[in-house]
């Protein structure tokens, strides 16, 4: 199955072709032809995953799932949340964001955070939703290499290492963006 992932985020291209296995064959925005920035102007996840998935099925006519991701910290009454790729503000940079985060989370003892992913998918027009949960804590100073956006101060339930720790297959099991692909692979096949 051929299908679009509208997003030009490598990396998160890589973490989904890694949970999907074969059978599948993921394409990017670039591949499509769309090389301009999607609207997400929405003020809930749900609503920028599908107004990202319509766009792309509008303009260009492909099947095609769309995410977004928010962390959620409870000690910032759910902030950064739908605005967590924009945090720090404009251009958007993974780096100053975490900087705001580990600021605004300086002397607060209440560590508790989630990640949320809502996945997106019109397949011959219809549309679907999946959603995947991660809870865990917010550490305080980054740790770990891989993974992107917040992963260095993220540890999950249960874990001692951070999101950026552990391999992309540890993660893809216990992630957020792992548990809703996990649902949209359930149902695509």
């Known amino acids: 199955m051929k299908i679009c992932f509208a997003t030009n985020n490598k990396k ?7 949970a999907l296995g074969h059978g599948f064959t993921i394409v990017s925005l670039e591949e499509i032809g769309c090389h ?5 102007t929405g ?3 749900d609503h ?5 998935a319509r766009y792309v099925f ?10 977004d991701t928010g962390l959620e910290v409870e000690a910032l009454d ?7 790729g924009r945090y720090a503000g404009e251009p958007r940079s993974d780096e100053r964001n975490l900087e705001k985060l580990l600021r605004e989370m300086h002397g607060i ?27 865990g804590e917010i550490i305080k100073e980054k740790t770990g290499s891989g993974g992107f956006g ?24 216990i992630s957020h963006r792992g548990k809703a692909v996990q649902a949209l692979i359930k149902f695509l096949k």
């Open 150 to 173: 917040y992963d260095p101060v993220f540890k999950p339930t249960g874990y001692d290492k951070t999101f950026a720790e552990l391999s992309m297959e540890e993660k893809n099991q």
């Open 12 to 18: 998160k291209i890589e973490e989904v072709m890694a």
């Open 78 to 84: 759910g902030a950064p949340g739908v605005y967590s």
């Open 58 to 67: 509008d303009h260009y006519g492909v099947d095609c799932f769309a995410d």
């Open 43 to 45: 003020d809930t996840l």
């Open 109 to 135: 003892t209440n560590r508790k955070a989630r990640f949320r992913t809502v996945i997106a998918l019109i397949q011959g027009g219809k549309e679907y939703a999946f959603e995947g949960v991660a809870d």
């Open 36 to 40: 301009e920035e999607l609207p997400e």
């Open 48 to 52: 920028n995953a599908f107004q990202k």
